[in-house]
């Protein structure tokens, strides 16, 4: 099973927590960092735990200019996956792939 050995995916609902400013990469390609914060509980061993966790996270292009528009505390769904933050810090971030922005106070 080669391709699950490469699977590396992520689906997450929750808030967004702070935007930076929205910056350009040398090619001119949108680049956005942010904080999506979750809470929910998940069942572990058998029994129910609360979860609550601040994800960094980073979209570009088109993701990019969706959550530049969003306001801090608008419930979303982001798709992506994980990859070190640089050469020098394998500290994981979630890089964003696609966006829905949820409708109503949804936060896990």
């Known amino acids: 099973m080669i391709a ?3 699977l590396n995916r992520v689906e997450l609902t929750g808030i967004l927590i702070e935007r930076k400013a929205l910056r350009y990469t040398p090619a001119g390609v949108p680049v956005m960092e942010c904080v999506i914060g ?7 061993a058998g029994s129910p735990r609360r979860v609550e966790c601040e994800i960094p996270a980073i979209a570009l292009g088109e ?4 959550i530049q528009e969003a306001a801090p ?4 769904r982001v798709t992506g996956f994980l990859a ?21 106070n949804q936060n896990g």
């Open 4 to 6: 699950e050995a490469n």
């Open 63 to 66: 993701s990019a200019r969706w």
């Open 38 to 44: 979750h809470q929910s509980e998940q069942v572990e």
């Open 73 to 76: 505390g608008m419930p979303l």
């Open 84 to 104: 070190a933050r640089s050469k020098n810090s394998k500290h994981p971030r979630l890089h964003v792939t696609t966006i829905e922005f949820v409708e109503g």
